[in-house]
């Protein structure tokens, strides 16, 4: 499909969520929250520390409960499959944990095999093939295949946790965090790795972030939680005209100024 950034035909939604709310017990975190993410687009979702970012990620996960709103993932709505269509809307998905959340006793190929035994009957050798594959294309080394996540750098944690998230071929994939931990130099090469994954698979890409890095340099559109819902969504150009107080510290302070040039950034 064509893949051009800004053209119409791109805004397909591939994750919408509308008027979501969830709480625990009296504490409401997300009020009648609403979010677009477009088919192709890397969206980077940024918000102050406890705002709600993981929790929206395990609700459109399924993995907590939500107490109203609408969540539709490739036009689809969970509340209205069978089982057997949540299993497979379930298969569209890739899902990157914030500490890798590889499982120490496997070797790396026995985690990105995880997903296909739970979903797929696949011969074991066709199974190896498809590790090496994951294995290669998030530019691992093919002897990482056998190594235990004990035996791996940070940086190759986090492409294996990514060759796993690939593992069923997804339409959208989910990030939190991905570069968090990870050196400067180690984060960019994510960043570019992310990017060019997907311009080859043609991915959607969810990423939680706090690396304004990530958000300059590879993510297309942003959105920012707060005050329990979406602020703000849009460019770097859309955040830095947003007035609001936390938007305007974090996309114009120190940090920030120091990575993107704008009229308005004073060294
Ligand atoms: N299972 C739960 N039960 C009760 N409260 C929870 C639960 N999960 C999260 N919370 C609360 O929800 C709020 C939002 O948490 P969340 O982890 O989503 O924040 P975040 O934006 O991801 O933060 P950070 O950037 O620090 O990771 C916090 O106040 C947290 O204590």
Redesign the pocket.
């Known amino acids: 499909m064509d893949m051009q950034k800004g053209t119409p035909q791109d805004h397909e939604i591939v994750l919408s969520v509308e008027d979501l709310t969830v709480g625990?017990?009296s504490?409401v975190?997300l009020d009648q929250l609403s979010l677009d993410v477009r088919r192709g687009e890397i969206l980077g979702f940024v918000?102050?520390?406890?705002?709600?970012?993981?929790?929206?990620m395990?609700t459109v996960l399924r993995l907590?409960p939500r107490r109203s709103g609408t969540i539709r993932i490739l036009g689809q709505d969970y509340d209205q499959l069978s089982e057997a269509e949540r299993t497979a809307l379930d298969m569209r998905l890739g899902v990157l944990f914030?500490h890798g959340a590889l499982f120490s006793s496997l070797t790396v190929k026995e985690n990105i095999q995880l997903p296909m035994r739970e979903y797929l009957d696949l011969p074991q050798k066709l199974m190896d093939e498809l590790a090496h594959l994951k294995i290669a294309l998030t530019g691992l080394a093919p002897d990482a295949a056998d190594k235990y996540p004990s035996e791996l750098s940070g940086g190759m944690i986090k492409r294996a946790a990514l060759a796993r998230a690939l593992a069923l071929d997804p339409d959208l994939v989910f990030l939190d965090?991905p570069t968090s931990g990870l050196d400067p130099i180690g984060a960019a090469e994510f960043d570019e790795l992310i990017a060019q994954l997907r311009d080859t698979l043609g991915l959607t890409v969810y990423m939680?972030t706090?690396d304004l890095d990530s958000l300059f340099s590879v993510c297309d559109r942003i959105a920012v939680?707060g005050k329990k819902r979406v602020l703000v969504e849009g460019t770097v150009e859309d955040m830095l005209a947003f007035d609001d107080p936390w938007v305007q510290s974090y996309f114009r302070g120190k940090r920030a100024r120091s990575i993107v040039r704008t009229e308005d950034a004073r060294p």
């Open positions: 625990f017990g504490k975190i918000g102050a520390s406890g705002t709600g970012k993981s929790v929206l395990r907590l914030q965090e939680v706090h939680l």
